[in-house]
């Protein structure tokens, strides 16, 4: 499957949708995106984003009575693998040691 880019906006409404434990509404979505990452955008505007995630084949809407709901297309592991792939091939084989130093050098300690 070739993925298509997403947009910084676009990844974090993916991401929301990948973090919950059941498929999401517009309302459920919008509130949790909000809270997350401290916005304070109006339901148009995650509708926005939710149909180009649709449009992109990340993401599968079906309505269950008056309430639209979203289904995950493409697993969260693969979109990281494919961003993974992508970074290295841009940046070559020799930076990614560099990348992977900096990456630990992040992550929390145990």
């Given at each position: 499957?070739?993925f298509k880019n997403l947009t910084?906006?676009?990844?974090?409404?993916?991401?929301?949708?990948?973090?919950?434990?059941?498929?999401?509404?517009?309302?459920?979505?919008?509130?949790?995106?909000?809270?997350?990452?401290?916005k304070e955008w109006k339901p148009?505007?995650?509708?926005?984003?939710?149909?180009?995630?649709?449009?992109?084949?990340?993401?599968?809407?079906?309505?269950?009575?008056?309430?639209?709901?979203?289904?995950?297309?493409?697993?969260?592991?693969?979109?990281?693998?494919?961003?993974?792939?992508?970074?290295?091939?841009?940046?070559?084989?020799?930076?990614?040691?560099?990348?992977?130093?900096?990456?630990?050098?992040?992550?929390?300690?145990?």
């Amino acid at each position: 499957m070739e993925f298509k880019n997403l947009t910084n906006c676009e990844e974090m409404v993916m991401k929301t949708v990948w973090d919950a434990d059941r498929e999401l509404d517009l309302a459920g979505i919008t509130q949790r995106v909000n809270e997350t990452y401290h916005k304070e955008w109006k339901p148009q505007t995650i509708s926005t984003f939710l149909a180009r995630l649709v449009r992109k084949g990340y993401l599968k809407n079906y309505r269950q009575g008056r309430v639209f709901y979203y289904q995950i297309l493409v697993p969260q592991k693969d979109y990281l693998g494919k961003m993974a792939e992508q970074f290295v091939e841009f940046w070559k084989q020799e930076n990614v040691d560099v990348f992977l130093v900096a990456l630990k050098k992040q992550m929390p300690t145990r």
